[in-house]
């Protein structure tokens, strides 16, 4: 984990492996090195042994301090497609092409897996981001495996694969192409409206219905959003990529996601009726979670961004957790339990069918599937 040479650091012994670690005072970093990103902590993750916080002292010229610059690395990926049995999400296959993503949305439950590769789920996970070169050719490969027999894969289930770097790295566009030589069934979460770039393809997919877009929104308040989801498109360009979508007959599904309570909860309805507008479809909502290193990574921005609410919002939050920041039980997790969790649930459902929306059904044609010509290898030419 990269910490500034320009500031003293101090090392603290973790409890273990997975024990709980506090930040001291002073742990947090300076605003202007960490302007438009969601997290200003970078604690070490939960599988290291020793904590490195960067500490500043009043000595310091701290305007002469580097501001965090995005690093991207290369990474073969030897798999692609990842499976899942979990009962309460909607697909059973998944592709991310990115590893971290620099949205930096200060609420993402992706955050946590940063650490398996030994760096912070805070500033870490939206600036040392790893991008799966060889994606394209690998997803060829395990498409053209004997016996294989195609279901809707989803795009974007753990970080956005329209973040800020596809601009560059172009590795969604890359698997979309392969999408489309095979016939594939697909389904894209994003919050970007870098999507809409790749307009000509998704069209081609539509045709035999074989895309569906969900369009994440978590609110309408511009200001809101730039401190929540500080990279990511703002609310008003996310309604125009669900209506540029609409218009090229792509079907979209509004995601509100996620719903925080005494911070965006009160607008539900207005968020539903604009994405019903805009030419959205479907919709569905999930409750906000605070996985692991999340909840201390959420507190912390709270407390910076909203501090007369943080009481509020932690306090609804865990009466619909069972007294705790988070519970992982199937079926909970997404939805929480008790009135509160009732109450938005029963709020959802009436303006989403006020507005003449339906509950997220993935249902994509899997009966038209091309495997990849020469079993997904490239030949060398002669």
């Known amino acids: 984990m990269d910490l500034p040479a320009e500031a003293n650091i101090q090392v603290?012994?973790?409890?273990?492996?997975?024990?709980?670690?506090?930040?001291?005072?002073?742990?947090?970093?300076?605003?202007?090195?960490?302007r438009g990103r969601g997290a200003a902590t970078n604690v070490s993750g939960r599988y290291e042994r020793e904590q490195r916080?960067?500490?500043?002292?009043?000595?310091?010229?701290?305007?002469?301090?580097?501001?965090?610059?995005?690093?991207?690395?290369?990474?073969?990926?030897?798999?692609?497609?990842?499976?899942?049995?979990?009962?309460?999400?909607?697909?059973?296959?998944?592709i991310n092409p990115y590893r971290g993503c620099e949205h930096g949305c200060s609420y993402c439950y992706a955050r946590p897996?940063?650490?398996?590769?030994?760096?912070?789920?805070?500033?870490?996970?939206?600036?040392?981001?790893?991008?799966?070169?060889?994606?394209?050719?690998?997803?060829?490969?395990?498409?053209?495996?004997?016996?294989?027999?195609?279901?809707?894969?989803t795009i974007g289930s753990n970080t956005d694969p329209y973040q800020p770097i596809e601009r560059q790295q172009r590795l969604t566009r890359d698997l979309l192409e392969v999408f489309v030589e095979?016939?594939?069934?697909?389904?894209?979460?994003?919050?970007?409206?870098?999507?809409?770039?790749?307009l000509d393809l998704l069209q081609e997919l539509a045709k035999d219905n074989l895309v569906k877009l969900l369009v994440s929104v978590t609110t309408l308040?511009?200001?809101?959003?730039?401190?929540?989801?500080?990279?990511?498109?703002?609310?008003?360009?996310?309604?125009?990529?669900?209506?540029?979508?609409?218009?090229?007959?792509?079907?979209?599904?509004?995601?509100?996601?996620?719903?925080?309570?005494?911070?965006t909860?009160?607008?539900?309805?207005?968020?539903?009726?604009?994405?019903?507008?805009?030419?959205?479809?479907?919709?569905a909502y999930i409750l906000l979670r605070l996985p692991q290193e999340v909840a201390g990574l959420f507190r912390d921005w709270l407390l910076r961004e909203t501090p007369d609410k943080y009481r509020h919002?932690?306090?609804?939050?865990?009466?619909?957790?069972?007294?705790?920041?988070?519970?992982?039980?199937?079926?909970?997790?997404?939805?929480?339990?008790g009135p509160y969790a009732d109450m938005i649930s029963k709020r959802f459902s009436l303006a989403r069918k006020r507005h003449g929306l339906v509950q997220r059904n993935v249902s994509l044609?899997?009966?038209?599937?091309?495997?990849?010509?020469?079993?997904?290898?490239q030949l060398e030419l002669f």
């Open 12 to 34: 603290f012994e973790g409890q273990n492996a997975k024990g709980a670690s506090l930040q001291p005072a002073g742990a947090q970093l300076l605003s202007a090195q960490v």
């Open 53 to 94: 916080v960067a500490v500043y002292d009043d000595l310091q010229d701290k305007e002469d301090l580097p501001v965090f610059k995005t690093e991207v690395q290369s990474e073969k990926a030897r798999t692609l497609i990842t499976r899942n049995q979990s009962p309460d999400i909607p697909f059973s296959r998944s």
């Open 113 to 153: 897996s940063h650490a398996h590769m030994g760096l912070s789920p805070g500033l870490d996970f939206e600036r040392q981001l790893f991008a799966k070169q060889n994606a394209a050719a690998v997803l060829m490969q395990e498409l053209s495996r004997k016996g294989y027999k195609p279901q809707p894969i």
């Open 182 to 198: 095979t016939r594939h069934p697909l389904v894209i979460i994003t919050k970007s409206a870098l999507v809409l770039r790749d």
């Open 221 to 263: 308040d511009h200001r809101l959003s730039r401190a929540l989801e500080p990279r990511a498109s703002s609310p008003k360009r996310r309604l125009q990529t669900i209506e540029k979508a609409h218009e090229h007959g792509i079907p979209v599904t509004a995601m509100v996601a996620p719903v925080i309570p005494a911070l």
């Open 265 to 283: 909860d009160h607008e539900i309805e207005e968020i539903l009726a604009a994405c019903a507008a805009a030419g959205a479809s479907e919709a």
């Open 313 to 337: 919002v932690m306090s609804l939050l865990r009466s619909m957790r069972g007294g705790a920041d988070y519970d992982a039980q199937w079926h909970k997790r997404m939805r929480g339990t």
């Open 365 to 377: 044609n899997c009966d038209v599937f091309l495997p990849p010509r020469g079993g997904g290898q």
